[in-house]
């Protein structure tokens, strides 16, 4: 495994600032029922950069997402090994306020997954479970301008998110996770079922988003994680134990033109599948 | 064997013609038997109001059918049938959609293994059992002696309190079919925005559920109504108007069950008397059916 520190390319001439961890990763496994689905990773997920996370199916891509907001805590026999620090403090310490940290560390998910409510309810969503004090209006109308909607849905708040199309469910659900001001986004597979114009409307949203937040994607599509991402991570599944593994993390450019492992050259370029 | 184009040639399916033709059989032994008891229901109801006029059946006060001097005011058997079904309802309805919600989100998967299936043995138990346990342990032991409530000893809100019991399951067990069919991506949606189990509960799950849930309330309401043995053994049999639910009521269906093995003769005012007041009973549910379902619709319009 290489992990450089350079800065990713993108950001160019200036001298890059020390850049600030929001998550860092050391040794996590992460098992469901004792069989270990993603091994031993160590990785470092920089603020305002989109970190992607990319590999064949069953490596272990969302597991480890999920394991950075507590989602796998929903399921009853996932348990998750090794340290997870966020801004420096343990994610996984007793007493750790899981309320709290999805409010941080929000998400988006592969399939839209908008609540059966009206567009503006389901925006709304997280302010009211959390008792976020402001004007509900202009929050909801903050997040759908952020996640580039407002101007499609402004006249229909009222109706429900489920009479929208796939690509602007999904956007919804990014301005629903906007809604509560998180610091991180995580995104698994987010236009997987998009087309190709709702695709590149939600990749050239993430490019903006950077700008405010951290993100971390799973992503099946290489170009994608080529053009938006600052960082990349490839995971392979280990022929011995059926677990995954990360076998490089790098800058994006590196992984995609001068990886140092030959099974992520072979996997960016389509060799292997 | 060769096939006389890309597709082979259209063989006859008789298996499929046979199963075809039994399922429609089978629906329509269902919509004719149906179609039966209305019709006989109709024809003695028919009959009943060339004898009694339809004016003294709605709007008379007392229910005497089998006296020297018969009266037929049906709003005391209504009136214990409402009292009776709404006692139980009270008890039902907040149990049953809080059990649900219990076994669906907060339960571990094993505890919902092991009391599902004990939820739904419940809803087994003969209503005979209940109707005694009612008369013979709840109205004396918990009503007179625990609680020291001051009830007679057929009385409705004993009646009411094990039909509650008694209709629990069923509103539990659908209404947690209900809930645990609306997809995990919704729950995970949620947790994701930071809402807690109960926001996730009853602002997520439960709205996304409604129609089920509805339809949980509704299956149990219809069961309350026409229950009849927990009500013949246990509310008593005079026809009342009041609301005290301490008192003894009779049920429309107590009635029809109680006169109905009784030594009426066939074709006596007393024998059309009953399926007059059964007929008002198969009104009430269906309007209430149809209610329900509008109200459905509208609910799936909003959340679907
Ligand atoms: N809830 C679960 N219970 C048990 N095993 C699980 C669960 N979720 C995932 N797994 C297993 O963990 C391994 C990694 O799954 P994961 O979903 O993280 O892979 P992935 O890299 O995201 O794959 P894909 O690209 O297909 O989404 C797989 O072997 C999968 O079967
Ligand atoms: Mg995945």
């Not at chain 1, 800058?251 to 140092?260: L, S, W």
């Not at chain 2, 209900?178 to 995990?184: D, E, G, L, Y």
């Amino acid at each position: 495994m290489v992990t450089t520190d350079r800065a990713p390319s993108e950001s160019g001439v200036a001298a890059p600032a020390p850049a600030e961890q929001i998550f860092e990763l050391r040794g996590v496994t992460v098992s469901y029922a004792g069989v270990p689905a993603v091994r031993d990773i160590s990785l470092d997920v920089r603020a305002r950069e989109i970190t992607a996370l990319i590999g064949p199916s069953g490596c272990g891509k969302s597991t480890l997402l999920r394991t950075l907001n507590r989602m796998n805590d929903l399921i009853p026999r996932a348990r998750v090994e090794g340290s997870v620090r966020y801004h420096g403090e343990d994610l996984y310490a007793p007493g750790v306020d899981l309320v709290q940290v999805r409010r941080r560390i929000g998400m988006v998910f592969q399939k839209p997954n908008p609540f059966p409510k009206s567009i503006h309810d389901n925006v709304a969503f997280g302010p009211r479970v959390l008792g976020m004090d402001g004007d509900l209006d202009e929050i909801v109308e903050r997040a759908l301008r952020r996640a580039a909607l407002w101007d499609e849905v402004k006249d229909r708040l009222k109706a429900n998110a489920f009479g929208i199309s796939g690509g602007q469910q999904q956007r919804l659900c990014i301005a629903r996770a906007l809604a509560v001001s998180p610091d991180v986004i995580l995104m698994d597979e987010p236009c997987s079922a998009l087309d190709p114009i709702s695709t590149s409307r939600i990749e050239d949203l993430m490019t903006e988003l950077k700008e405010d937040y951290s993100i971390v994607i799973v992503t099946h599509n290489m170009q994608q994680a080529a053009r938006v991402s600052d960082r990349t991570g490839f995971f392979t599944v280990d022929p011995d134990d059926r677990a995954g593994r990360m076998v490089e993390f790098d800058v994006t450019d590196r992984i995609f033109t001068n990886p140092a492992d030959p099974r992520t050259e072979a996997y960016v370029t389509g060799k292997v599948g | 064997m060769e096939a006389a184009t890309v597709f082979g040639a259209a063989r006859p399916r008789y298996g499929e013609r046979l199963i075809r033709a039994l399922l429609f059989l089978a629906a329509l032994l269902s919509i004719l038997t149906t179609v039966g008891i209305v019709a006989s229901l109709l024809r003695e109801t028919v009959a009943f109001f060339g004898d009694v006029s339809l004016v003294d059946f709605l709007t008379g006060k007392e229910w005497a059918p089998l006296f020297a001097d018969p009266k037929f005011g049906v709003w005391p058997l209504v009136n214990g049938t409402l009292l009776v079904t709404g006692i139980a309802l009270a008890v039902a309805v907040p149990l049953g959609l809080g059990s649900a919600i219990f076994l669906s989100e907060y339960a571990r998967p094993r505890t919902r293994r092991v009391l599902k299936p004990i939820l739904e043995m419940l809803a087994g138990i003969p209503t005979v059992v209940f109707g005694y346990f009612a008369l013979t342990f709840f109205t004396p032991e918990i009503l007179r002696g625990a609680l020291g409530v001051d009830v007679q000893i057929f009385n409705a809100l004993s009646a009411g309190i094990v039909m509650g019991f008694m209709v629990l399951p069923t509103i539990a067990s659908v209404a947690e079919d209900a809930m645990s069919a609306v997809p995990q991506s919704l729950r995970e949606g949620a947790y994701g925005l930071g809402a807690n189990r109960m926001q996730v509960s009853t602002r997520v799950v439960f709205p996304a559920a409604l129609s089920g849930i509805v339809a949980a309330v509704i299956l149990g309401i219809s069961r309350a109504i026409g229950e009849t043995m927990i009500v013949l053994i246990a509310a008593g049999q005079i026809a009342n108007t009041g609301v005290n639910p301490a008192e003894a009521y009779e049920t429309m269906t107590a009635f029809i069950a109680a006169t109905g093995k009784g030594d009426v003769p066939t074709g006596s005012i007393g024998y059309k008397t009953i399926f007059a007041v059964g007929f008002a009973l198969f009104l009430m549910t269906l309007v209430m059916n149809a209610l329900s379902i509008r109200f459905v619709r509208r609910f799936r319009q909003v959340y679907e």
